[in-house]
């Protein structure tokens, strides 16, 4: 399931788009399902992705109409969810891909590769919606409300001291956090968007993970993480590696997401790959 082999290429994960990245590293690509311009810079776009042309635009398109008519980003998380590739899960249209997979099983892995590169498109939509959330001040009222909520301040009553606990709280958060600060609550969890990257990316693709809690979780699953060698930077990081601490393994995709055992369901979590976190 996985495109052509690309030597030494680290991907960022979880983020697909560079709109919910933080600093960025250089080197360091983002996987795109299909959704950027071709050849848009930072951009590594597998060969061989099942969806392409007309077909893949017409998802898009449906994809885009649902991201603007949807105001939570969540409602998007849950199609991205979908269980076994099931974009249309307990349907009737769900039911045929089941009984299509009994007759015909060598369509099922096509049907993987799809369900996996549908997946990703819309974990960019999502991402997509967060900026644009963003853009608007939605996100700068979530928070708000949130820590108002946090210290019991109800809003929306004209109250002086609560409006002004509000503001005292507003500074010294210091600054509004950003999308990425928000993309846990609306993304899809980093455990179930592992298996369409792990399919989709290119076999010698890694991953760079800059998020303390997915290293946390890595560490607590008994991942053996070292520094990296002085090769496998100058491999990863031509220019140059990140001021950051880093930490390496090469693990398969199944370990990765807690299993102790391979997935049957999901060969392709079989296949090794090097992973590169930022020691917090």
């Not at 009994?102 to 900026?131: F, G, M, T």
């Not at 979780?217 to 002085?230: C, F, M, Q, R, W």
Request: hydrophobic share 45%.
């Amino acid at each position: 399931m996985n495109g052509a082999s690309s030597d030494a290429v680290l991907l960022h994960f979880p983020c697909l788009t560079p709109v919910l990245a933080g600093a960025p590293v250089a080197g360091v690509l983002f996987l795109d399902p299909g959704v950027a311009e071709a050849g848009a810079p930072g951009r590594l776009r597998p060969q061989g992705l099942p969806l392409g042309g007309e077909e893949l635009a017409g998802i898009l398109r449906e994809f885009e109409r649902l991201r603007r008519e949807t105001k939570n980003p969540k409602d998007l998380a849950l199609l991205a969810g979908a269980a076994g590739g099931h974009f249309y899960s307990e349907t009737s249209f769900a039911l045929r891909e089941e009984l299509s997979d009994l007759q015909h099983p060598e369509r099922v892995a096509a049907r993987r590769a799809k369900a996996a590169q549908l997946a990703l498109c819309l974990a960019c939509a999502i991402e997509q919606s967060l900026a644009d959330l963003a853009g608007s001040g939605e996100l700068d009222a979530r928070f708000s409300q949130g820590l108002a909520e946090s210290l019991g301040i109800e809003t929306g009553l004209d109250d002086d001291d609560d409006a002004l606990a509000l503001s005292a709280a507003l500074s010294a958060a210091a600054a509004m956090p950003g999308p990425d600060a928000f993309a846990d609550e609306f993304r899809p969890p980093w455990r179930q968007l592992l298996p369409p990257f792990w399919a989709i990316a290119p076999a010698g693709a890694g991953l760079f993970i800059d998020a303390a809690e997915i290293t946390a979780g890595l560490v607590d699953a008994g991942i053996d993480l070292t520094e990296p060698t002085p090769g496998q930077l100058a491999a990863w990081f031509p220019d140059g590696p990140p001021d950051s601490p880093l930490l390496t393994a090469t693990v398969t995709g199944w370990r990765l997401v807690g299993k102790t055992r391979p997935d049957p369901e999901a060969p392709w979590l079989d296949t090794p790959r090097p992973v590169v976190v930022v020691n917090p």
